[in-house]
Structures are given as C-alpha cells and as structure tokens.
C-alpha cells in the first residue's frame, strides 16, 4: 500500500488496484481502533476515491510527512534492492530520482526505512510475487546485494557436457541471481551495484569472474573500481562499486568516469557529540578484558588490537557486530575514565547521514547493526551523480545529433 501511495499514477492492474482498494481499508479500520474514535466508515466509492487522490487527505500523515520525501517533479526512476536502512535512496534522491520500488528483507531495517521514507519496503526479492510488483519500466537499479559463494563445478560440469551455460546457470541460488533476473527483465538504462572489497579476490577470483561475465552476457557495458569512504567521512571504508550501462542502448558509448578519491578531510572528532549518555562508556570489566586479549594476541606476533582512535584521525571500518563490544572503534576519554563506543547517532555520522536521519525507531543494537551494513552515503551519492550526469549527457547528445539531422 505504502509503494502504491507514493507512486499511484493509474497504470495498475485492475487486480493491483483491488488489492490496494483491500488494504485501506484494513488500513482504516485498524487506525480506528488504535484511535478508538468513532468516526464515520468510508463507503467503497470514498475509499476508491481516496485511493486515486492519497495525498489530499490526512489519512496517511505517516507515509508523506517524512525527513527524506521523493522529489516532486522527478528527472529520472530508480529501484532500490537489498535496500537496508536506504543510503543508496538518499543518494539517488539527491540527484533528482523518484524511487518506485524497494524490498529489505529485515523487519528492524524496513522500520527504520519507513521511518525515513515513508514506504514500507517488499520483502524477500527471491520470490516471484515481490519481483512481479516491480514496474515494468525505470531507469536504474540499485542494489547494495550480499556477498555468497559461487558454485563453479556445476558450470564446468555442463560446459563439458555442451551444455547451455546462461547466467541463470552461472548463478543460480545466490541472491546476485536475483539482480542478473530483474536485470535482464526490465532492462534499466543502468545499474549501480556495491559490495565488499573482497569480492574481486573471493574464491580466488571466480566469484567476481562470473558475476563480470553474468552482466556483460545481458549486454551491458562495466564499469568498477574499490573506493574508500574515507574521502568523504572519517572512516577507512573500501567498498567495490559496479556500474553497467545498457549497450543496446549507449551502444559502449557512455562517457562513465568513478568521482577522484581523495585522502580524508574529516577526522573522528567532527561527529562526536559534547555531552554523551554514560551508558556508552565501557564497563571496567569489558574494558579490562579488550586490553588483557589484545595483549594476548601481541604476544603471538599477532596484530589484533582494540581500536582507540586518535580523534583527529580516521576510524577503522564499522562492522555489524559492533554493539557486541564496540572494540573496533573506541573514542578515548581522559586517563580517569575507560573509553566508550560510538553511539548510534555518532555511528550514522560516520556512514554520512545526516542528523535529520531518524534512527529512534528501533533500539540500539538493531541501530547498530543497521549503520554497520549501510553504505557510505555521500560516497554512493557522488557515484550516483556521475551515473546521472553520463546518461543525462549521452541522451542530450542524442536529441541535439537529431535535431541539426532534421534541420538539414
């Protein structure tokens, strides 16, 4: 219902509709009762009609009166898959795009997602009732997809057998499937796909071969590279971005160039807050124990050690499971007190939100949990603008060749 509201338009099906038409109403009555106000029933024909004109009543306050509303006269259509809390739909946001469809598995996330966007994310993208809900049109998919192992004994199986080996062959039961099917469906002008650094070494390379050989098989042109958050927040971030443009379309033509990277302008002590909750503080138990491990492991000739910055320095990378102890990035307090963790505010700094973010919707651990897979959002923004720009440039060269054709 929530994808419905913010891109009705009048192209749905006749069994779309009907099921929106279902879900206000569930939707109402259970406002209702939640309200406990005795207001009047909204007959079939005012439900309809509030159906195609959403925005006109005050029914759905929650679903528009968010921090991070779509553009009101978008300039392009983006889809966001494996969506998490939504970094790659600010970015594309901030570029002039209109999200018309999203899916998060996680339930925290899709809270915190609303939260924001005011849509509730689909769920599982692996089923075909999710992905039949995608438009059938939109210019580009983004996907922040995980990272699973690639079976390559069944491909060379059937390559020896002269077998078809297509990419549903390839890839079939990971979740890049999913983004190879829905790209192949509906043919996006482009993609922008992120992942970890290590992608292009994870099993000795054949994992980052077949997903190469997958894109290029439906016809687009790729383009990546390994970037680092870090030109654009205090964090030692490395990333791998993919992007493809549709060959049958540019034809190889793009004019695509990654934004330069840069070595780090901000240090850690820029997203601190003056005056934090004591909770954050590590306990002197915890605390004892990071330095008694850490001093275990020097011992061995090994490097592993707890993660006291320096505050005009840069962090190491925020993983999920930093609420477990918080070891990896500890903020120094004074030589009267133990260090402390980030908070999650802090935390949604460092991934580049801004504090209008709302992150209360969910408790602590989830929140961490939720910064710690994000992506860099200023970083996927200036991918995003140069992604923008290339086809914006291309299809104004197109109209301009055409234009001095039909004057001649």
Known sequence: MSHYLHNHSGSESSEQKAEIISAIREFLSRKQSRQKNNYEVLSDDEILEVA??????????????????????????????????GGFRIAMQRQGGKCVFSSEWNAYAQKTYFANFGEMPFGDITKDVTKSYIPEHFDILCAGFPCQPFSIAGVSKKKSLGRETGFKDKTQGTLFFDVADIISRHRPKAFYLENVKNLTSHDKGNTFRVIRETLEELDYSLHYKVMDGQTYVPQHRERIMIVGFDKKRYHGGENFEFPEQHEATR?????????????????????????????????????????????????????????????????????DKNPRRLSPRECARLMGYPDSYKLDQVSDVQAYRQCGNSVVVPLITAVAEQIVKTISDYERNIELRNSKCAVL
Not at 60 to 78: G, L, S, Y
Not at 309 to 318: A, S
Request: net charge neutral.
């Open 52 to 85: 195609e004109s959403p925005m006109q009543y005050g029914l759905f306050d929650d679903f528009f009166k968010v921090p991070f509303p779509a553009p009101e006269k978008p300039k392009f259509t983006f889809i966001d898959l494996f969506a998490g809390i």
């Open 267 to 335: 240090c850690v002590k820029e997203i601190l807050d003056p005056n934090i909750d004591s909770k954050y503080t590590l306990s002197d138990k915890l605390w004892a124990y990071l330095q008694a491990y850490a001093e275990k492991h020097r011992a061995k000739g090994n490097g592993f050690g707890y993660g006291l910055v320096d505050l005009n320095g840069i962090t190491r990378t925020l993983s999920a499971r930093y609420y477990k102890d918080g070891s990896e990035i500890l903020i120094p307090q004074g030589k």
